[in-house]
């Protein structure tokens, strides 16, 4: 059923570490049609009827499966808007792995569009991973601008991993989370820009029932001339805890815009916020330099480390 | 064998040259264990960080097995056999306790052969094996990774600035035994170490005394360490932590 060209394949195998069609549920996207759909008892995947997308219904109480919707686009030129909708049951417990991966050989820019609204019930869990990626030596840009909408009821669990490490040239990313009491979220965000890439990452999580809590952490380093800016907000509307940090590295002439967010609408909101920019330290290098290393394997090790 | 040449390093200080050491020649024999010691700001840390290549003199000449590496970076020097464990050890966000032995030991690292690197410090391998090297690890913690990573990179010449710093809940006895065994299992291993804990000058061969930048005396610690006993130069360990910086420390 799947009609995968190489590069498809490589594609499919950075941004959801596939190697082959994965168990349980999944949806392929290659260059706007979907290369193999597959449900389950638990998981049902279905495509719009009024815009491009799919709806995933996972049953209440479903454990450990997991849905893969990795995306590859490898036509130079294409533009595309997606929905993704995810009803999570009571008390599910799911792993998500989406993901793009952009080949621009071509003279124009490709661009993915994905607006994903997870609807958690209540006391479930879910962990998401979401991996950008971009490759191909054409003048064309390579564009993502991913769209998250997360709505949790009472004592649910979201853990979002979000990776962007090389190839994409611009990415607008928007998160919105609203919070009941005693749910959770935890976001992980890792970033690379390089060249004159420009990614902008905005949160605004409202933690709106006695128990919230989020945590919003950006690890992030900027090369070259490239441009990021980190802008998260908690809102904090009942007795919730949130944290919000984005650790930075510079090099080059890379630039960096931390803005920092915190609304306390309730006096037993407590939030707080850190941000830390700077290039890397010197001793670092020269530690590991003392080991052995260049200076611009040192730097790399850093790096890699950091972004791990 | 490293041999240093007439050794000046200057640096500008409130727009004042400040001399940090002067005119300083020593060598120190493969096998051998040297320490240098001497009052506070004497130049002992300058002096090591010159060795691994972290500070370049301002004149004088550094010979290592005959060879002159003056002027090489710190990464040619690492590679021609010099270890190096920092008085402040660095952290690194993300970099884990594994993958930084795997690098000074630049080969291939099993987890056995690291566990070993870990419980020679006293480190309960298992625990700490897969923790990164940040602020989560207290100081004393750091130290002995430091000095880890300098057993598993088994160099020809180890440099230690004072190692015994920060390891307080460690006995004196399992860094002694540290250096022993570098001695034992690295063919020809010499080691410098900078400190002025009288139990480290015990234990070795020849002990230099830097003051003000300058060599005040050097030779067999026979000769030397009994000079020292009741000064600054030669602390007891008991004392280690109320010695102020300009205090002749008497225990």
């Known amino acids: 059923m799947l009609k995968l060209d190489e590069i498809q394949k490589r594609l499919l195998m950075e941004v959801a570490d596939l190697h082959k069609v994965p168990e349980g549920a999944y949806n392929i996207r290659s260059n706007s049609q979907s290369a193999g759909r597959q449900s389950t008892a638990n998981i049902e995947i279905t495509p719009k009827t009024d815009v491009s997308g799919l ?42 792995v989406a993901g793009c991966g952009i080949d621009n050989c071509g003279p124009k820019d490709s661009e993915h569009d994905g607006i994903h609204r997870f609807y958690v019930g209540k006391g479930a869990k879910v962990r998401y991973v979401e991996k950008h990626y971009g490759s191909g030596s054409g003048t064309g840009k390579r564009i993502l601008n991913p769209g998250t909408e997360v ?11 979000m990776v962007q490490i090389k190839g994409v040239d611009d990415t607008e990313r928007t998160t919105t989370a609203e919070l009941a009491a005693g749910a959770k979220l935890v976001v992980r965000e890792r970033l690379m820009t390089h060249g004159s890439q420009r990614a902008i990452s905005t949160y605004v999580v409202s933690l709106n029932g006695e128990g919230a ?76 330099m003392t080991l052995g290393l260049t200076e611009q394997e040192a730097e790399e090790q850093i790096i890699n480390g950091f972004l791990k | 064998m490293i041999e240093l040449q007439n050794i000046s390093f200057a640096v500008d200080s409130d727009s004042q040259e400040k001399e940090i050491l002067r005119d300083v020649s020593l060598s120190i024999g493969d096998g051998k264990l040297v320490v240098i010691t001497g009052p506070n700001g004497g130049g002992k840390s300058t002096l090591a960080r010159m060795i691994a290549g972290v500070e370049k003199p301002s004149s004088g000449r550094i010979l290592f097995n005959g060879e002159d590496i003056t002027n090489l970076s710190i990464t040619e020097r690492a590679k021609k056999g010099i270890g190096f464990a920092f008085q402040q050890p660095v952290r690194f966000k993300g970099i884990q306790v594994l993958d930084l032995l795997r690098i000074a030991a630049g080969k291939p ?45 088994a160099s020809s010449l180890s ?59 050097s030779g067999p610690r026979e000769e030397i360490l ?26």
């Open chain 1, 55 to 96: 709806d995933i219904r996972i049953k209440p109480g479903t454990k450990n499966e997991s849905v893969h919707i990795p995306v590859v686009m490898t036509q130079s030129g294409l533009t595309e808007l997606v929905y993704n909708d995810f009803y999570i049951g009571e008390g599910a417990d799911v792993t998500i």
């Open chain 1, 151 to 161: 709505y949790q009821e009472e004592d649910s669990s979201v853990e979002m991993e």
């Open chain 1, 213 to 288: 809590s989020a945590d919003v952490v950006s690890r992030s380093v900027a090369r070259d001339d490239s441009y990021q800016k980190f802008d998260a907000k908690l809102v904090g509307n009942a007795a919730c805890s949130g944290h919000t940090e984005c650790d930075s590295i510079i090099m080059d002439r890379g630039r960096i815009l931390a803005v920092p967010g915190l609304e306390a609408n309730d006096v037993d909101a407590a939030l707080v916020h850190e941000a830390a920019i700077g290039k890397i330290a010197g001793d670092q290098i020269i530690k590991l």
């Open chain 2, 109 to 153: 690292l099993s987890v056995g052969d690291a566990c070993n690197y870990l419980a020679q410090v006293g480190l309960c391998a298992r625990d700490y094996i897969g923790r990164e090297v940040n602020a989560s690890l207290s100081g004393g913690e750091l130290k002995r990774i430091e000095i880890a990573t300098v057993l598993a990179k």
């Open chain 2, 159 to 217: 440099v230690f600035d004072e190692p015994e710093a920060g390891i307080d809940l460690w006995s004196f006895q399992n860094l002694i035994e540290v250096f022993e065994g570098m001695r034992r299992n690295i063919q020809g291993s010499s080691i410098l170490i900078i400190s002025h804990q009288e139990r480290i000058l015990s234990i070795a061969d020849e002990i230099v005394v830097l003051k003000d930048g300058r060599v005040t005396a």
């Open chain 2, 226 to 251: 009994p000079t020292l006993i009741g000064t600054q130069a030669a602390v007891r360990e008991c004392r280690k932590n109320v010695v102020k910086k300009d205090e002749v420390g008497v225990c």
